[in-house]
């Protein structure tokens, strides 16, 4: 009367685990999402950067600033907001993480952090804001002296 049909347990085991992976799938899609923002949003900080600082560096070119020196210094820059920016997101997904644990009662697992995954986040963030920087570095080193100091 209500087109019931039995199943099996390896059949609701099977939708069960495609349930799973659908959602896994999702989540992993949502953190390329985050990557992209985070990258153009580094790109943006990094670029609005340089375009403020035009006579600064036109003024440290002048002093003996080479090209290549400008493109290490923002690919610095960039490096190290990486690392203060994975840093606090590695130590805010760690507390989160013990959080959640405390507050669903920990069902008698007890917490372990992911170390192996901070470190990843860790490396990975610093790595993807130098990549993210090439391209305003490339502007940085490109900085025409005489035009730069030119400007009121």
Do not use: C, H, K
């Not at 600082?53 to 070119?61: F, G, N, P, T, W």
């Not at 917490?111 to 990549?131: H, K, M, R, S």
């Amino acid at each position: 009367a209500y087109a019931l049909e039995p199943a099996s347990l390896d059949q609701a085991a099977g939708a069960i685990g495609a349930s799973i992976d659908r959602r896994a799938l999702l989540f992993a899609a949502l953190a390329a999402v985050a990557l992209l923002v985070a990258t153009l949003g580094i790109v943006n900080t990094l670029a609005m950067n340089v375009l403020e600082r035009v006579r600064e560096l036109a003024v440290l070119r002048a002093t003996g600033l080479t090209r290549r020196q400008a493109w290490r210094l923002v690919l610095l820059e960039a490096a190290i907001l990486g690392l203060v920016g994975a840093l606090l997101g590695a130590l805010a997904g760690l507390a989160t993480g013990a959080m959640l644990i405390q507050l669903t009662g920990g069902s008698g697992v007890p917490y372990q952090a992911p170390w192996a995954a901070a470190a990843a986040a860790l490396g990975g963030g610093i790595v993807l804001a130098v990549v993210a920087a090439l391209y305003p570095a490339r502007l940085a080193s490109r900085v025409e002296i005489v035009g730069a100091l030119g400007r009121d």
